[in-house]
């Protein structure tokens, strides 16, 4: 699997052209990858998993799948940093479930608070390096499961919900220089996210498919 679309309502998560049920490994591959499927869609689920998004059961997920009359190629939860953990648990359940995982791989701390609040994982000590061991663990804890894997970094950034947002990160100031116009909001989060990107990627996690989640709509909402 190579290509995504994502769409959002209300306890749904809809995927285009991804499938679980046609693996493939050819003698260069490393992991099995997910193919394309010739038409159609698959639907994956983001259940409710409780407070924190974690608490991932596969009662849960088949209460779902009754509901809903279908099995579910893939589901989602959360992984946040605050606990500095990977979480296998969840990804055996998904797995022994038959689906493929989306990881929510969120920079909130523990307890929850106010997005302002929220200085432990702030995007500028993410880029000085100090949270280096915790990405390269987890990277290596996700090469080590060996199956794709679909994973969000600091979804919803161009909202004002989630302490990654660029609005707290100097919103729409100008980035000075010559060429289209840059805002320093937007910047230091695409910064932030391609290293952490690249840091994973430098640790071997090529299973990993990386999401690039923006909410449907901007807040502020300013064309």
């Given at each position: 699997?190579?290509?995504?679309?994502?769409?959002?309502?209300?306890?749904?998560?809809?995927?285009?052209?991804?499938?679980?049920?046609?693996?493939?490994?050819?003698?260069?591959?490393?992991?099995?990858?997910?193919?394309?499927?010739?038409?159609?869609?698959?639907?994956?689920?983001?259940?409710?998993?409780?407070?924190?998004?974690?608490?991932?059961?596969?009662?849960?997920?088949?209460?779902?799948?009754k509901m809903?009359?279908?099995?579910?190629?893939?589901?989602?939860?959360?992984?946040?940093?605050?606990?500095?953990?990977?979480?296998?648990?969840?990804?055996?359940?998904?797995?022994?479930?038959?689906?493929?995982?989306?990881?929510?791989?969120?920079?909130?701390?523990?307890?929850?608070?106010?997005?302002?609040?929220?200085?432990?994982?702030?995007?500028?000590?993410?880029?000085?390096?100090?949270?280096?061991?915790?990405?390269?663990?987890?990277?290596?804890?996700?090469?080590?499961?060996?199956?794709?894997?679909?994973?969000?970094?600091?979804?919803?950034?161009?909202?004002?919900w989630f302490?990654?947002?660029?609005?707290?990160?100097?919103?729409?100031?100008?980035?000075?220089?010559?060429?289209?116009?840059?805002?320093?909001?937007?910047?230091?989060?695409k910064q932030?996210?391609?290293?952490?990107?690249?840091?994973?990627?430098?640790?071997?996690?090529?299973?990993?498919?990386?999401?690039?989640?923006?909410?449907?709509?901007?807040?502020?909402?300013?064309?």
């Open positions: 699997m190579s290509t995504l679309l994502r769409f959002v309502v209300p306890g749904f998560l809809l995927i285009i052209s991804v499938t679980t049920s046609y693996c493939q490994l050819s003698e260069t591959d490393t992991y099995p990858r997910l193919s394309i499927p010739e038409s159609q869609a698959y639907a994956g689920a983001y259940i409710d998993f409780g407070e924190h998004e974690d608490s991932v059961t596969l009662q849960a997920i088949q209460n779902f799948d809903a009359g279908k099995k579910q190629a893939m589901v989602g939860f959360s992984s946040d940093w605050g606990l500095q953990n990977f979480p296998w648990q969840q990804l055996k359940i998904i797995d022994d479930y038959g689906a493929v995982p989306v990881i929510y791989w969120s920079p909130f701390d523990r307890p929850l608070g106010a997005p302002r609040a929220q200085n432990r994982f702030h995007l500028k000590k993410i880029l000085a390096g100090e949270w280096d061991a915790y990405i390269e663990m987890w990277a290596g804890e996700a090469k080590k499961f060996g199956k794709p894997m679909l994973v969000a970094w600091g979804l919803e950034m161009n909202g004002q302490p990654w947002s660029g609005s707290f990160y100097g919103a729409d100031n100008p980035v000075p220089g010559k060429g289209p116009a840059r805002y320093q909001g937007p910047e230091i989060f932030t996210y391609r290293y952490v990107v690249d840091r994973a990627r430098q640790a071997g996690a090529d299973n990993i498919l990386w999401i690039f989640h923006a909410n449907n709509t901007s807040d502020p909402n300013e064309n």
